[in-house]
């Protein structure tokens, strides 16, 4: 697995908790928000939709939108304002992209 | 005013005091909040289950977080509080908000409108790389998550926030790899005088830079950023040409980065509130008088959304914009306490002056930026593509540039790409910055599920 990207200082003493991130199973802790779950795991959170290159996020508090991300199952969430739960299945690789 | 209770918009430091003022003269307000907590993005809290004490949260403003915190608090029960509640659209007495999944239309009478602030950032080639963030966000990442935004971080750009939360990191443990203002050192120099006046501020400011010296870390002023390199497709490098103009190259896992903040004006715009070109701060502003009134009757503005001027004017703004609402319905407010919140008012916006000097905005980034580089980064728009669509059709004012190139049309609205692009379009047209105008609030002002919008025939 590559290095994260975020690095935990504090407050590391909380729940764990499982998700799958492209189908792998990763841990976070509650109280995480979905892009520190992310983040924690890898150091991405999608694709442009205008080119291949990786995206992870910007300002962290709802502005940007660079965030959002997708589940298995279609729904989109904005990563920095939403808390990771139990058993979210993420996938970080953008369908479009892949296609090509 | 009972049969539609007044609004306030926001839970920060203004939209918190303007909502304490209302109940303590009897009303009960609602509250619309995006952020799952009141505090705003300054005294913003952690999530449950999370310890740290407001010492380690807030560092020197421990005291004003918990008293704002206690403020709200203490009124939840007297008011109709919507936390985690996105506004989109406002216009003619009535409002749209979004709330869990769920957009609800509310008739007003009354809107306090403080929607605070967002960081300002002037895109260099690179900065859409993975573990570039703003400051903002390097320090919600901090005090909201517990985490640092990587493992070697080189903190760059201007203003109060690029010392601050370096200094927070360095506490907290995190490795920085350098902090790079790009404020040359004699703009510092010169503003000393005045920053003097500006009491604490300026003391913190030391404080936070020989705290961050006495642990070994590198800072630099006078620079300006050439890139940030990749390797597996994240930052591994930032290129920089110190003040004597030689090209440096830092190693470094993250960025945080910003150049000030920049008002969200979206609201206000919806509710048609005229613009005008505030020349010290740099950017378009929604009109209002020191009491927060604006020509549109029953809105009133507080705190950052209606410019730059900090936390503690917020606080006053808040307090100053409720009262001006109760006096328009015929209340009578106590005349020294409207006479001493704009008396402080004036003194901040005067100190606000010298800060904008000690802190320019460095615009020759945007201006001189490479035709290569990202300059929108929701619809990958360049640099260049922006010059030359604004050349070839003839797009002298941003609102055209932005049609023709999609600058500034993605899902940001603009928010994170607009005041670079202006001073770009502004420098490739060869007009004053107030020239070429302001990207227009559109609703949604946020992206929303096409599902919840009810459609009106």
């Known amino acids: 697995m590559e290095a994260p990207q975020f690095r935990r200082l504090a407050e590391s003493d909380r729940p764990r908790i499982r998700l799958s991130i492209d189908g792998r199973s990763c841990e976070a802790l509650a109280g995480d928000t979905l892009l520190t779950a992310l983040l924690t795991n890898g150091r991405r959170l999608r694709s442009s939709e205008f080119g291949d290159e990786p995206r992870a996020g910007f300002c962290l508090m709802g502005a940007c939108q660079d965030c959002w991300v997708t589940l298995e199952d279609g729904t989109r969430l904005r990563a920095c304002t939403t808390f990771v739960a139990e058993g979210m299945r993420i996938v970080t690789a953008s369908a479009v992209n892949d296609e090509r | ?457």
């Open chain 2, 1 to 457: 005013m009972n049969d539609r209770p007044p609004i306030v918009i926001g839970a920060g430091p203004a939209g918190s005091r303007a909502a304490a003022t209302l109940v303590a003269a009897g009303y009960s307000p609602i509250v619309l909040d995006e952020a799952p907590a009141s505090g705003g993005q300054i005294y913003r809290r952690a999530p449950s289950g999370f310890t740290r004490s407001y010492r380690a949260l807030y560092g020197f403003d421990a005291a004003k977080a918990r008293r704002l915190h206690a403020a709200f608090d203490g009124i939840k029960g007297s008011i109709d509080y919507r936390p985690g509640t996105l506004v989109w659209d406002l216009k003619h007495g009535a409002l749209h908000c979004l709330s869990n999944g769920r957009s609800q239309e509310i008739s007003y009478r009354d809107v306090i409108l403080a929607p605070g602030a967002r960081d300002r950032i002037i895109p260099f080639p690179g900065w859409t790389l993975p573990g570039i963030y703003t400051l903002g966000g390097a320090q919600i990442a901090l005090k909201y998550q517990g985490c640092a935004i990587g493992t070697r971080i080189v903190f760059m750009g201007t203003g109060p926030l690029l010392y601050l939360v370096a200094y927070q990191y360095a506490k907290a443990g995190g490795a920085i790899a350098a902090v790079l203002d790009t404020t040359p050192f004699a703009a510092k120099r010169r503003a000393v005088p005045g920053l003097l006046r500006g009491g604490s501020t300026f003391a913190k400011g030391l404080w936070y830079v020989a705290a961050l010296r006495a642990r070994g870390i590198i800072v630099a002023n006078g620079i300006r950023p050439v890139a940030a390199e990749e390797k597996d497709a994240a930052v591994s490098v930032l290129a920089y040409r110190s003040a004597a103009g030689v090209e440096r190259r830092l190693a470094c896992d993250a960025i945080a980065f910003g150049f000030g903040l920049s008002s969200e004006t979206q609201l206000a715009d919806l509710a048609e509130i005229p613009f005008t070109f505030d020349p010290i701060q740099q950017q378009f502003l929604p009109e209002h008088d020191i009491s927060g009134r604006t020509p549109v009757r029953g809105v009133y503005l507080a705190g950052d959304g209606s410019g730059i001027a900090g936390a503690d004017a917020a606080e006053l703004a808040g307090e100053r914009a409720a009262l001006a609402l109760l006096e328009d319905h015929g209340h009578e407010v106590g005349k020294p306490r409207v006479a001493a919140l704009e008396r402080a008012l004036r003194q901040i916006a005067e100190f606000r002056v010298t800060l904008e000097a000690a802190f320019p905005f460095p615009v020759d980034i945007a201006e001189e930026m490479p035709d290569d580089t990202i300059l929108c980064r929701c619809e990958a728009v360049t640099a260049g593509e922006f010059r030359s669509s604004a050349h070839a059709l003839e797009a002298d004012e941003i609102n055209r540039a932005k049609a023709f190139s999609r600058c500034g049309m993605g899902r940001c609205q603009g928010r994170v790409c607009g005041p670079a692009a202006a001073a770009v379009l502004a420098a490739a047209l060869n007009l004053p910055p107030e020239r070429v105008g302001r990207l227009r609030g559109q609703p949604p002002v946020k992206p929303i599920p096409m599902a919840v919008v009810t459609v009106h025939p």
